[in-house]
Each structure stands twice: as C-alpha cells, then as structure tokens.
C-alpha cells in the first residue's frame, strides 16, 4: 500500500538557518504531493503541493519538488523564522485504480523548533 | 475562507461511556474525514464520506463509527469509550477531486 516516510525529529535550528525536511514515498499509479503544516493548537493546514514530477510547489518561502526517480518531495527554506516552529507533515494522495475519494496518506510528522 | 469547526476542543469522559464528535464544514464539500493524531504515529484515518450516508472505514476504525444525514455534517462516535482512544481527534473536509483536505483545530479527548 502506499506510504510516506519522513526524517525523524525533532529538529532544531537557530533563526536564520537553512531548513530541509527529507520525505520520501511508495505509491501505485501517479501520486500528488502535499506539505501540511499544523502549528501549535491549531489543525493542518496545506503548505504547498504538486501534483506531478518535477512540479515545485512553494509558498511563504517553503519550496519541494516532485522527484519521480528518487520517490522524494523534500521540504526547503532558506531562512527559517522563529514563526515557522511547527509540526510539518508530508503526504500523498494516490489515484491508482481510478478511486477518486481524496484520501490522503501522511507521514508521521517532523517537530520543527527554531530559535532566535 | 474555508472553515471547518469541531464541537469541542478539549473532552473528558470516563472508560465506558458514549462520545459524540461533531464535525461541520460550510464549504459544500463531498468529502469529509476523521483522523487520529498520536505521537510520532501521525496521522490515521478512521472512517471517511464522499456523500450523504455514504461512508467507508479507513485503516483504523475498530472501535469507532460515524454518521453523516447532512452534506455538512459529520460526526465521529465511540461507542464505548476506552483509555486507548485517548487522542487529538481532526475532521477534515475536501472536493471530491481536488485531493486538498481543509482541517479543523481538533479536539484532544482523555478518556479516563
């Protein structure tokens, strides 16, 4: 079945560092690919997506792009802000077999910290 | 904006008793879901609804079921609460093909 696997967290960074969240999936068929982000006592909300190979999705900074041949979607910024401490979730939704529900596979989730 | 809002954010019931979880979301959208949010398991899908009356288990619903008798309306019920459902519970809803799933702030229930 399908899976996503991301870096073990927590990280922790200093304001101001470069960030990279490594994440990885399985899937059949040709999955989109998403970056949730929850920060403290609020639900997930999307970060960016991109829905086939070599898309880039960005937003507020945050950038990943779709590598079909490494089954990558790693999550970047060049310049973290003591705001950006959250909990980041990568998933995927696959459409193999034609099934068109919607669902979602996530990974567990890296705990971000940043520092000023 | 679209918003999706939960009953409560933060349940105590006690081992044994019935817990209703509302979910409502003012987007028109087909899709609704229940997750479980657990440490270092992220998160579980517990049973999902692209219609009206129309649901499907996720990969963990022992223990749990739902109702959806209105489009914006989905509820989440464990019949008889135990302390291994002890969790931060999200509802999210979606378009049918859109794959974007739009959450709510979640309700942390302690079963006790």
């Known amino acids: 079945g399908d899976s996503v696997t991301q870096m073990e967290g927590p990280v922790t960074l200093s304001e101001e560092a470069f960030l990279t969240i490594n994440c990885t999936y399985t899937?059949?068929?040709?999955?989109?690919l998403f970056w949730y982000v929850q920060y403290p006592g609020e639900g997930l909300q999307l970060l960016l997506k991109?829905?086939?190979?070599?898309d880039k999705g960005s937003n507020k900074g945050f950038e990943a792009t779709y590598r079909k041949e490494t089954t990558s979607f790693h999550l970047e910024k060049g310049s973290v802000q003591v705001s950006d401490s959250a909990v980041y979730f990568c998933a995927l939704s696959s459409n193999a077999g034609g099934t068109s529900y919607g669902k979602l596979t996530f990974g567990q989730g890296t705990i971000l910290t940043v520092h000023p | 904006d679209v918003k999706v809002t939960q009953s409560s954010r933060y349940l105590v019931k006690r081992t044994g008793e019935k817990v209703f979880l509302e979910c409502v979301q003012d987007m028109d959208h087909e899709n609704m879901f229940w997750y479980r949010q657990d440490p270092g398991l992220g998160l579980r899908l517990i049973y999902f609804?692209?219609?009206?009356?129309?649901?499907e288990k996720g990969d963990i619903p022992e223990g749990y079921s739902v109702s959806r008798e209105k489009k914006e309306r989905f509820s989440l019920i464990l019949e008889s609460a135990s302390t291994n459902q002890t969790s931060m519970y999200l509802c999210?809803?979606?378009?049918?093909?859109?794959?974007?799933?739009?959450f709510g702030p979640g309700t942390r229930l302690t079963v006790t």
């Open positions: 899937a059949t068929g040709y999955p989109s």
């Open positions: 999210a809803s979606g378009f049918r093909l859109a794959y974007e799933q739009y």
């Open positions: 609804s692209y219609d009206v009356k129309m649901k």
């Open positions: 991109a829905t086939k190979a070599d």
